[in-house]
Structures are given as structure tokens and as C-alpha cells.
């Protein structure tokens, strides 16, 4: 069956079936592929897989049915309405690197384009599974973040840039009070 892209869901590698708390950092297209294999999938289940190092690396055609997210939306399995999207490393200890981060960025801005989604089509695996992926360290919306300036921090920064245009004025302005003084006091003598 085709898959429609409807959503971007967003997983990481997360722990070991033995361990839980594992480091799956390392883990890369090859390895991913090889554990799904083993699990009977054919190949590996998602769509793109970013490495440690930044590297985006394709791991089915975005037509292609995914083996990721089997919950339903509206009746559908999400593994033919979306793309899986898995970033190696296990995000309910650690953050992904900042390679892997500018990677998702631009693989995320480039999709939405692509078939013309909503940034709140960005969801982690969490969002329709019992699990904690894309990992407890991250937010609902940290992915998504990734693609929109978040109202707060631009609040923040229309503050703040109209704080330092108050001071250059408040500066101006001591400047010319004080010449005006002097004048004054000019006139006094
Ligand atoms: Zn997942």
C-alpha cells in the first residue's frame, strides 16, 4: 500500500531490549536495519535515520509503507500516513548532538514543504504510543520548535531590543540635559 504523508513522527533509538538505560548512540542505518530484520519486517521500519554525526541517511522511500507507529488515526494504520523519522540515541538520558539536531531542522523544513503540513504535524511516537519515545529529556514540541521561533523566546527578545533602545534614548537625553545645565549655568555666572 502507498503511504500518504499526513505526519512527521519522530522517534529516537532509546535503550536495549536487556537494557533499558543502553547508550544507542552508535547506532547507525546498518544496525537499525539488521534488529528489524530479525523482528520479521523485511527491513528497517523507518523512513530516514539521522546518525550521531549529523548523517542522513534514507531507509525506505517516503511512498513506501513504514514499520514504525502501528497505532490508527481515523481507521488508518499512522505507518501509512506519516513518515518515521528516528534520530540514534537514547533521549530519555541524553540530548541528540547538535549535528543531529541542524539534520532533523532541515529534513523537517524540507517535508513540510514538500506536502504542504502544518509544523503541528510534528509529533513524537509518544503521541499514539504507550512509550516515552522521542525520550523523556525532550519536550512534546521540541522538535517542532525546531522549525518555528517559539512566541516566548521572540517575546523576549522584542523586549529586550526595546530595552536597548530606551537606554540609547535615555542617553541622548542625559546628554542633553546636561548641556542644557551648562548653558544655564553659563548665563548664571
Ligand atoms: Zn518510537
Given at each position: 500500500m502507498v ?13 536495549t531490549e ?9 547506532h ?7 534488529y528489524?530484520?530479525?523482528?520479521g519486517w523485511?527491513k528497517?521500519g ?5 546518525e ?6 534514507q531507509?525506505r522511500?517516503d511512498?513506501e ?5 502501528n ?10 500516513q ?6 540514534a ?10 549535528a543531529?539536531?541542524?539534520t532533523l ?10 506536502y504542504n503540513?502544518?509544523?503541528?504535524k510534528?509529533?513524537p511516537h509518544r ?19 525546531l ?5 516566548v523566546q ?10 536597548v533602545v530606551d ?13 542644557l545645565l551648562?548653558s544655564i ?5
Amino acid at each position: 500500500m502507498v503511504n500518504t504523508v499526513r505526519y512527521l513522527i519522530i522517534h529516537h533509538t532509546g535503550g536495549t531490549e536487556k537494557n533499558p538505560l543502553a547508550d544507542t548512540s552508535h547506532h547507525t542505518l546498518e544496525i537499525i536495519h539488521e534488529y528489524h530484520r530479525s523482528l520479521g519486517w523485511g527491513k528497517v521500519g523507518y523512513h530516514y535515520v539521522i546518525e550521531k554525526d549529523g548523517k542522513l541517511r534514507q531507509g525506505r522511500l517516503d511512498t513506501e509503507q513504514g514499520s514504525h507507529c502501528n497505532q490508527q488515526e481515523n481507521g488508518i494504520s499512522m505507518n501509512l500516513q506519516s513518515l518515521g523519522i528516528v534520530i540514534a540515541g537514547n533521549f530519555d538520558f541524553s540530548f541528540p548532538t547538535q549535528a543531529q539536531e541542524a539534520t532533523l531542522k532541515k529534513l523537517l523544513q524540507e517535508k513540510l514543504k514538500q506536502y504542504n503540513l502544518s509544523p503541528s504535524k510534528i509529533l513524537p511516537h509518544r503521541h499514539w504510543a504507550p512509550k516515552t519515545c522521542y525520550g523523556r529529556k525532550l519536550s512534546e514540541d521540541w522538535a517542532r520548535n525546531l522549525v518555528i521561533s517559539t512566541p516566548v523566546q521572540s517575546e523576549v527578545q522584542i523586549q529586550l531590543n526595546q530595552c536597548v533602545v530606551d537606554k540609547i534614548i535615555l542617553e541622548k537625553k542625559v546628554l542633553w540635559y546636561n548641556s542644557l545645565l551648562e548653558s544655564i549655568k553659563s548665563l548664571i555666572r
